[in-house]
T-cell receptor
């Protein structure tokens, strides 16, 4: 696609529910990143995929968070037993791979846990 | 642990002024530095990417410099316009491309 696409753009869920957030990277981009941004803060790294594998998941806050990228393209961030503290904007970025390539971000999914 | 700091947190200037946004990082072992723009409720738009071997990059009215040894970068905006009003984020990366962000500088340019 022309850019990184994230769906849904907004998600409101009740505390304790399960949610899935989707990211469609730029076609051909092998690297995919998930970040979380709280109000007034810079984005914080969650997880990085190179191809299908999670090369670095050190930013996932706990075992309620999980992400997959089964075919090396679309990725899904999954959050179990959501808590009010999970409310934030979840951003996805992709790049052609390699340390010298530019990262392109999607518009984000605003998650609100009530 | 890499930490990125941006000063000031907020800035308000009249239209036409030249301005400088500052970014500092604690670990000089970076591979590149990127400056992003974020409009309210939107994602991030990449403005400039400076590789660790470079000293500066320019795009239109924007110029970003990098002093890796001192852990500093600046974003210079010439002849500011109201449309430049946004939050500007600085981020550094290592060899995986994983970005560590500062908290951003929120800029308001008044007509």
């Amino acid at each position: 696609g022309a850019g990184v696409s994230q769906t849904p753009s907004n998600k409101v869920t009740e505390k304790g529910k399960y949610v899935e957030l989707r990211c469609d990277p730029i076609s051909g981009h092998t690297a995919l990143y998930w970040y979380r941004q709280s109000l007034g803060q810079g984005p914080e790294f969650l997880i990085y995929f190179q191809g299908t594998g999670a090369a670095d998941d050190s930013g996932l806050p706990n075992d309620r968070f999980f992400a997959v990228r089964p075919e090396g393209s679309v990725s899904t961030l999954k959050i179990q037993r959501t808590e009010r503290g999970d409310s934030a904007v979840y951003l996805c970025a992709s790049s052609a791979g390699g340390w010298d390539t530019e990262a392109f971000f999607g518009q984000g999914t605003r998650l609100t846990v009530v | 642990k890499q930490e990125v700091t941006q000063i000031p947190a907020a800035l308000s200037v009249p239209e036409g002024e030249n301005l400088v946004l500052n970014c500092s990082f604690t670990d000089s072992a970076i591979y590149n530095l990127q400056w992003f723009r974020q409009d309210p409720g939107k994602g991030l738009t990449s403005l400039l990417l400076i590789q660790s071997s470079q000293r500066e990059q320019t795009s239109g009215r924007l110029n970003a410099s990098l002093d890796k040894s001192s852990g500093r970068s600046t974003l210079y905006i010439a002849a500011s316009q109201p449309g430049d009003s946004a939050t500007y984020l600085c981020a550094v990366s290592g060899n995986t491309g994983k970005l560590i962000f500062g908290q951003g500088t929120t800029l308001q340019v008044k007509p």
